[in-house]
């Protein structure tokens, strides 16, 4: 059985400049490292474009058909194979999996660590000052080029939010345009995140060479050893993966009910209902499991690493667990930002343990969507007691979608069923009544109106009289929310 000391580290993000100048610090800074990359943009052709680079510039390049019409199927067929390849020459102790910019870091990072690879780090790029432009902009990505597949129907906002937030490490380009407030958002909006910055480097492009990566092993560059290279190698490649495709983008969720809110499919307790569902990271805001995020602490940049180089460099070999990347997303546990109020920009986190009235807040989701530039979490509807709901809303849309059932209306006996990150949020949470039933949601914004949100929402709760008649009068009342989840 064929063994690796291959490490795996994914970049990725729709601020492209800032994914290409964070790649190719890498390359130059770890000896004999390549970048594999798939270009979606030739899929209307049928085809996708596979290269893989070294620093110096293109190494080898060729193509792999559409899989079922889908750009992204054809990425994730082809991944594993190609990673295996270059793992079983030897040749290099670093693989920089550049995603191509609508594809979603968490899907690909389940597809690699069930091809049996060792996946180090997780990486968005991003430059701060264009922030606030890409999630504002709630423009469908097959609109502006971006589309994964004929079916794919997110928005340029939501896929940014998901790739911005999953990812425990930010690589945060140089930018004259960013200022402040341009800072303290993106610190608000993934406050656990450790930032590290891309310096400057010049990224010249050359012509295809000649070089045989997949010839037979031998040892990595002279001069210098990857973190973790004396551990024990990777010996995982026969490991049955639990589902080698991972969630599709064609899965993201369909328009319905009001203008500027979308629905999602129910998802199951552990899983998301769209390519990299999300929801981020949470420092604290009295509900959540602690501790679930992947990768190091949060930080802003660091300081270069006299071992390795660069801070990112560092960042690259840190490590990163899957499964908890995975947990932090469940709208159940989700590790939500806490508040905070700096540079023009503030974070509201309004938590309540009474549900809401399903028309008041249908009627309000409009300006609900509009009063922050991101706003997630999970709510209770009182003709739904026993559903945990999912907020999730960028660029003017809304998602709302089921995401099981609260642990609170679940018999004792299914609880060894329940992942055990699931049951310790809810036991962080629970409440004496209504278990972890409650509402957790968080709005982060430059400007927000913290004292307007919160009396739209609280206008939306019921009443003490509604509330007063109990949970079986609370079902009959009027299901507002029957479009937008499907029922």
Known sequence: ????????????????????????????????????????????????????????????????????????????EDLVPELWRLADAGLTSLAVVELWDSVEPKAMAEVVVAGGLRLTSVITAVDPALLLPYLANGDDLAEVGLAAAATDRRTVADTFARQLEYAPVLAVAASEQADDEDRALLVQLHPTARQVPIDELDVTGGEARETNWFAPARTPAAGWTPPGWDADPVDTKDTAPADPLGPSATDAPSGGGSPGVAAGPDSAPGANGTDGADTAADTGAGTGARGLGAGPAAGRAGPRSEGTGSALVDAAFAGFDVEAAAAAQHPACALLPAEADEAG??????H?????????????????????????????????????????????????????????????????????????????????????????????????????????????LLTDAEYAAGPAAWKRLPPAFDSLLEV
């Open 345 to 350: 920009v503030g974070t509201l986190v309004w």
């Open 1 to 76: 059985m064929p063994s690796s000391h291959l490490s795996v580290v994914i970049v990725g993000g729709l601020h492209a400049d800032a994914r290409r100048a964070a790649v190719a610090r890498l390359l130059a800074d770890v000896p004999g490292s390549v970048a594999l990359h798939h270009d979606l943009e030739t899929a209307a052709a049928g085809t996708v474009v596979r290269t893989i680079r070294d620093a110096n510039g293109i190494v080898s390049a060729g193509e792999t058909p559409l899989v079922n019409d889908c750009a992204c199927c054809a990425l994730r």
């Open 352 to 460: 309540r343990r009474r549900p809401f009235h399903p028309e008041r807040l249908y009627a309000a989701l409009e300006d609900l969507t509009c009063a922050a530039a991101r706003s997630r979490g999970r709510f209770w509807l009182a003709d739904r007691p026993d559903t945990l709901l999912h907020w999730d809303a960028a660029g003017g849309a809304l998602c709302v979608e089921s995401a099981g059932p609260w642990l609170a209306s679940l018999p004792d006996a299914a609880w060894d069923m329940v992942p055990p990150v699931r049951r310790a949020a809810a036991a962080l949470d629970w409440h004496p009544e209504h278990g972890d039933c409650c509402q957790h949601l968080v709005f982060t914004s430059p400007g927000l109106d913290r004292e307007g949100l919160e009396l739209l929402l609280e206008s939306c």
